[in-house]
């Protein structure tokens, strides 16, 4: 067969008559410090296909889409990287496997008949181009939003007969949501809201061209007993095509194999994913654990080396078993109080993960004077910061001025992104002006 299936999370196995080419191969492992699991099974024949691809290419750093487990597995396959300023995730890779780093922008021919080019962003994400038979494109965003790269790659799609798009678009669980304000009152996240998906896959259809679309990146389910209550923010499969307009195109089921040479597919019917709720102390994180004296200068250390945090923010309190621990930062009136068991939250600091402790939504994160983690938290922390090794202002400079040197459309798409950044800023991120504006973003970009 020519052509591709998709399965799991936000993997795409492509196919030149054998498996040649798959993405971000999450297959075993509990990501997010085991709060995360797949909310379907993978087949046999699908992981086989999986273990049998050349080649695998790797997003970014989320361990949903960068799982060592399942990579261990799959150590026969070539890896490639896309050429994220830092290098960490080549530097780190390159030492166990066999990895190429590729070029943004460039085709790289990975078979006869399929060919790739790859597109790193400043957001330490990356979205890939996938050629088929010269006739089908599928373009990989999975959690990316194109930044830098989003002409370039709109101009690509228009040329081919066959447009997918793989794209996360879901009710907006896949972020930290489990944010309180000052006065320990639960914010309900946008995810709340239950926005029709498919409105959203139509306006993308519509306004960029493409023909099909493909349910991606957001099949997981959270397992474990401090975060499971987050699963009714989790979209159902059978809620991605509410309003779809299927005027413009149509959107396929998640699960697929597509044959390039007959242009049809067959859908793939994989179980749910039945998992009984796992107890913190699994993972090791007992709430009982109090911090220890060198782990408050860890904490301490890791949150001053930021810049941007000490410029926007006064201070960052860590409560661990009820006690808390408080960072100074300036004289600046926003604070932020990160509540969370000590071995995951010590973990993510030391190895510099922190995504994983927001993403994984067993933390409590409450807010006070300010209206969201974005734009002055999360990114300078977990993208720039922790991805990119860029924490200081002349570490920052040196960060964008690359992405400015080596991402073609870099000031069309950073406008638009601070565009949004201000609104969330000012009106936080569940209100109408806030849904309408990305609506807008989404309908001129």
């Known amino acids: 067969m020519i052509g591709f299936e998709t ?3 936000a993997t795409l196995t492509v196919f030149d008559n054998e498996p040649v080419l798959t993405t971000d191969p999450w297959i075993i492992g509990k990501p997010y410090f085991g709060s995360w699991d797949h909310a379907y099974e993978i087949p046999q024949q699908q992981l086989e296909n999986i273990k049998k691809s050349k080649y695998l290419w790797l997003s970014h750093g989320h361990p949903d889409h960068i799982d060592e487990q399942s990579l261990d597995l799959l150590s026969s396959s070539t890896f490639l990287i896309p050429d994220h300023y830092g290098d960490r995730i080549f530097n780190y890779f390159k030492t166990k496997f066999n990895c190429i780093k590729i070029k943004s922008n460039e085709w790289f021919q990975i ?19 996938v050629e088929i038979l010269g006739k089908d494109i599928i373009v990989n965003q999975n959690d990316g939003a194109l930044l830098g790269w989003s002409k370039t790659i709109n101009s690509i799609v228009k040329n081919y007969k066959n447009k997918f798009i793989l794209k996360l678009l879901n009710w907006g669980d896949a972020d930290m949501i489990n944010i309180y304000d000052e006065n320990h009152n639960f914010i309900e996240p946008m995810a709340a809201k239950k926005m029709p998906i498919g409105e959203a896959y139509s306006r993308i259809m519509k306004n ?13 389910q959270y397992v ?25 195109g149509e959107l396929l089921p998640a699960f697929i194999i ?25 993972f090791g994180d007992s709430y009982s654990d109090s911090l220890l004296k060198e782990d408050k200068v860890l904490l301490k250390n890791y949150f001053n080396s930021f810049a941007n ?15 808390e621990y408080c960072i100074n930062l300036s004289n600046k009136k926003p604070k932020i109080i990160f509540e969370a068991p000590r071995n995951s939250l010590i973990k993510s600091v030391k190895y510099e993960i922190f995504d994983d402790m927001l993403i994984g939504n067993f ?26 090794f860029s924490k200081t202002i002349k570490q920052l400079d040196g960060y964008f001025n690359f992405y400015k040197s080596n991402s073609a459309d870099f000031w069309r798409d950073f406008l638009k992104i601070k565009t ?19 609506a807008i973003k989404q309908r001129f970009f």
């Open 7 to 9: 399965i799991g999370n």
């Open 258 to 282: 597509w044959d390039s040479i007959y242009e049809n597919y067959q859908k793939i019917n994989p179980p749910k994913k039945t998992v009984k709720l796992i107890d913190p102390e699994f």
């Open 363 to 388: 933390m409590k994160t409450t807010l006070v004077n300010c209206s969201s983690l974005y734009p002055n938290f999360t990114p300078y922390v977990a993208k720039y910061g922790d991805n990119g």
């Open 309 to 323: 945090l000490k410029k926007n923010f006064g201070e960052i309190v860590i409560i661990v078993a009820k006690e």
């Open 208 to 220: 960029q061209g493409y023909n099909f679309a493909i349910p991606f990146s957001s099949m997981h």
């Open 420 to 438: 949004e950044n201000i609104v969330r800023t000012f009106i936080g991120n569940n209100s109408f002006f806030y849904n309408e504006a990305r």
């Open 224 to 248: 474990r007993k401090d975060s499971n209550n987050m699963n009714k923010y989790c979209t159902p499969l059978e809620m991605f095509n509410e309003n779809f307009n299927n005027k413009y």
């Open 111 to 129: 078979s006869k008949n399929v060919r790739i080019k790859s597109f790193a962003d400043w957001n330490q994400d990356a979205s890939l181009v």
